[in-house]
């Protein structure tokens, strides 16, 4: 099989730059997999082990699918720990920041306040769903504009 970049998926020359300076060249066989069929607006279903590159494999065409001047909150990603919402975060952010996105995480145990404000301004909100509740139910946030939408669990 020959070996696939991203560019070659469809990605964008920012998060393809931004990749490139992260060390991540070519992408991971789950990210083959995903990355076209997401970019063409499909939806998927992925089960793939931990460390298989399965956050870049939602992360990259998600980044990819909402524009800068997108009403915010555009996607939202629900993860069900604030470790997993954090790590995340940790591993989008930079190829959001190349496409002028912001990432904000919203997790219990911090305050509510600074996260209303950073999810209500957010393009990507990563949230765990009890915090996300209490944020929907004080109209802190609202999702009415949400274009893409992930589901992230572990076993």
Same mark, same amino acid.
């Given at each position: 099989?020959?070996?696939?970049?991203? =560019?070659?998926? *469809?990605?964008?020359?920012?998060?393809?730059? =931004?990749?490139?300076?992260? *060390?991540?060249?070519?992408?991971?066989?789950?990210?083959?997999?995903?990355i076209e069929d997401v970019l063409d607006g499909d939806d998927v279903l992925v089960q793939s082990p931990t460390g298989s590159g399965k956050t870049l494999?939602?992360?990259?065409?998600?980044?990819?699918?909402?524009?800068?001047?997108? /009403? /915010?909150?555009?996607?939202?990603?629900?993860?069900?720990?604030?470790?997993?919402?954090?790590?995340?975060?940790?591993?989008?952010?930079?190829?959001?920041?190349?496409?002028?996105?912001?990432?904000?995480?919203?997790?219990? *145990?911090?305050?509510?306040?600074?996260?209303?404000?950073? =999810?209500? /301004?957010?393009?990507?909100?990563? =949230?765990?769903? *009890?915090?996300?509740?209490?944020l929907l139910n004080q109209r802190h946030v609202r999702l009415d504009d949400i274009e893409v939408t992930v589901l992230e669990g572990r076993k």
């Amino acid at each position: 099989m020959s070996s696939q970049s991203f =560019a070659d998926l *469809g990605v964008s020359e920012p998060v393809v730059k =931004a990749l490139a300076k992260r *060390g991540i060249e070519a992408p991971f066989k789950v990210q083959q997999q995903v990355i076209e069929d997401v970019l063409d607006g499909d939806d998927v279903l992925v089960q793939s082990p931990t460390g298989s590159g399965k956050t870049l494999a939602f992360g990259v065409p998600l980044v990819d699918m909402i524009a800068s001047d997108s /009403r /915010r909150p555009s996607a939202l990603i629900l993860a069900p720990t604030r470790e997993l919402a954090s790590q995340i975060v940790d591993e989008i952010e930079s190829i959001a920041t190349a496409r002028a996105l912001s990432v904000a995480a919203v997790y219990g *145990g911090v305050g509510i306040q600074a996260q209303a404000k950073r =999810a209500a /301004r957010a393009h990507i909100v990563v =949230a765990c769903p *009890g915090r996300l509740e209490d944020l929907l139910n004080q109209r802190h946030v609202r999702l009415d504009d949400i274009e893409v939408t992930v589901l992230e669990g572990r076993k």
